[in-house]
């Protein structure tokens, strides 16, 4: 469950967050643990964060897997709204701090209740 709350909180972005003078989360990321490197683009009418490697598959996670995000500027470097999963078909709210080199990121499910926070490294 971690794990996925992990790809959850990187993923949440819409063609709102891609607007001017939104933060631009798009780029290939690795994940704080090392255990996954994660695509963030757009997907159709969306934004999509696909996994492109994963270290250990026993959390779960597949190459391929992705988050489906709807997000919104809320201020000069954060996103705010939620990623959904259809292989899990569970709906996270996120939020999402972007930097030049770094991506923070929190999904929680439940009402808010299960929360977990991720940093993120840009991939070279």
């Not at 631009?24 to 159709?44: E, L």
Request: hydrophobic share 40%; glycine share 10%; proline share 3%.
């Amino acid at each position: 469950m971690n794990r996925r709350l992990a790809l959850a909180a990187l993923l949440a972005l819409a063609p709102a967050a891609a607007s001017a003078g939104s933060p631009d989360p798009a780029g290939v990321w690795m994940r704080g643990d090392g255990n996954a490197r994660v695509r963030i683009a757009a997907c159709g009418d969306k934004i999509c964060a696909t996994n492109l490697w994963i270290g250990d598959t026993s959390g779960g996670e597949s190459v391929g897997d992705r988050l489906v995000l709807t997000l919104a500027a809320k201020d000069g470097s954060t996103l705010a709204g939620t990623a959904y999963d259809p292989q899990r078909n569970l709906t996270y709210s996120m939020q999402m701090r972007v930097e030049s080199q770094r991506l923070h990121t929190r999904g929680c499910i439940l009402a808010d209740m299960l929360c977990k926070s991720v940093t993120w490294s840009r991939a070279e």
